[in-house]
């Protein structure tokens, strides 16, 4: 974010997110599968902490989601290369998203 790089600033907010989500996964004896960061809160096998904690952040997933594949490969775009259209405000998007994601799986994960 602060070298300008919008595009790798939003995509690194969703690997965040991702990564995060498949840690609390894990941590609780399941198995993740795929990328995207919503369908790994509405596919979370326990069903307390889906509608609890996690449903709240479905919108977050949601925009998260988006950036996985254009901010990472430079034909993901037509005609363009992602660092041409990524704004500083999506990227501060991203990252306040992430760190949501972020925060709540740390809440959730039994080691903390």
């Known amino acids: 974010m602060r070298a300008a790089s919008h595009e790798w600033a939003c995509f690194q907010a969703q690997q965040a997110a991702e990564k995060a989500l498949k840690a609390l996964w894990l941590g609780n004896g399941f198995e993740p599968w795929g990328h995207s960061v919503l369908r790994l809160i509405d596919d979370y096998p326990d069903e307390s902490v889906r509608l609890g ?60």
Do not use: M, W
């Open 53 to 112: 904690s996690l449903v709240a952040l479905r919108s977050a997933a949601k925009a998260l989601d988006k950036l996985y594949i254009p901010t990472r490969y430079p034909n993901g775009l037509p005609d363009l290369s992602p660092f041409e259209v990524y704004t500083d405000v999506e990227a501060q998007a991203a990252i306040a998203a992430a760190r949501s994601v972020l925060a709540a799986c740390e809440s959730l994960c039994p080691h903390g």
